[in-house]
């Protein structure tokens, strides 16, 4: 049977709006079932060879690995999905001059973990809060998300509450979904994955983007040097960080790093200035009220 895709043009910015006002949203149908197949069959040795992760936080039932992009290139279309890169653009673009992806990685939780810490991921930065979000979790189910298998768990509305950490379980709200769908939730939510309760392992990834200036959770440049990177499409490429983000952050000798993806880097480079429109307006009127020396 033929699933009908969601294409209406105000989707991305009903889903926005839901995302900012509640901390999460649902987003159903946004991605074929073929994909998630073929995301799962790139990805299922990887899972079996995976040992199980080693810390109370991470859970000593569930599996873990990042550098998605290299490992499965099916994953590409999850981390782009157009639908999904509008909301991620709609809340944290008016805060930075290009988003960054923050990690990607696969995540099976197996029979016998039990719920995970409640947690907000924003906190790794120890930014202020209450200023504005900074990033934005995508959870993308390869087996249907349950309550008996672990889905992850929010708290409604707990973005406008960020220095809460004590709210009532009974406030929380499981993600049931199918693949094919996506969870996505924002920074300052606080969330976990669920208690696994079922005989068989709860599969899928989990991508987050975050503000261009930040440094990202998964050392992007590491997990994919030029020699990989060189592969990606230049929208993929530019969000694992072969990107200058305005004003100069992130150059290579003073240069878009994205040069490392153009062949041979010649030893001697001149430094380009990389400044936002209003900054260089500010340059050129200091320079012309200067008086010849």
């Avoid at 008996?148 to 409604?156: C, D, I, K």
């Avoid at 590491?222 to 230049?234: G, H, K, T």
Wanted: glycine residues 8%; hydrophobic residues 35%.
């Amino acid at each position: 049977m033929s699933v009908a895709y969601d294409l209406r043009p105000s989707l991305a910015a009903d889903k926005t709006a839901e995302l900012l006002d509640t901390g999460y949203c649902v987003i159903e149908n946004v991605i074929a079932r073929a994909k998630v197949d073929a995301l799962e069959a790139e990805l299922k040795e990887r899972f079996e060879k995976t040992p199980f992760a080693d810390g109370d936080f991470y859970g000593r039932r569930t599996k873990r690995f990042g550098g998605l992009l290299k490992r499965a290139p099916s994953s590409a279309d999850f981390v782009l999905n157009k639908t999904v890169m509008e909301v991620v653009q709609n809340v944290l673009g008016p805060n930075c001059d290009s988003l960054q992806l923050n990690i990607a990685q696969g995540l099976e939780i197996w029979p016998g973990e039990g719920e995970q810490t409640p947690h907000r991921d924003e906190d790794m930065w120890r930014c202020g809060k209450n200023r504005f979000e900074c990033l934005i979790n995508v959870m993308w189910p390869i087996s249907p998300f349950t309550k008996e298998n672990g889905t992850t768990v929010v708290w409604p509305y707990s973005n406008r509450c960020p220095e809460d950490y004590y709210l009532e379980r009974e406030q929380a709200v499981q993600m049931e979904m199918e693949p094919g769908s996506c969870l996505m939730f924002l920074g300052s939510t606080l969330h976990g994955a669920g208690a696994n309760r079922s005989a068989l392992p709860r599969t899928g990834i989990v991508v987050s983007y975050t503000l261009g200036w930040l440094k990202p959770y998964e050392n992007q440049w590491l997990v994919y040097p030029p020699d990989v990177a060189r592969n990606f499409s230049p929208e993929l490429a530019a969000l694992v960080g072969y990107q200058l983000h305005r004003p100069n952050v992130g150059n290579y000798e003073g240069q878009c790093p994205s040069i490392l993806l153009k062949g041979p880097v010649p030893d001697y480079l001149a430094a380009k200035d990389g400044l936002l429109p209003s900054q260089i307006d500010e340059v050129i009127a200091f320079k012309a009220r200067q008086k010849p020396q």
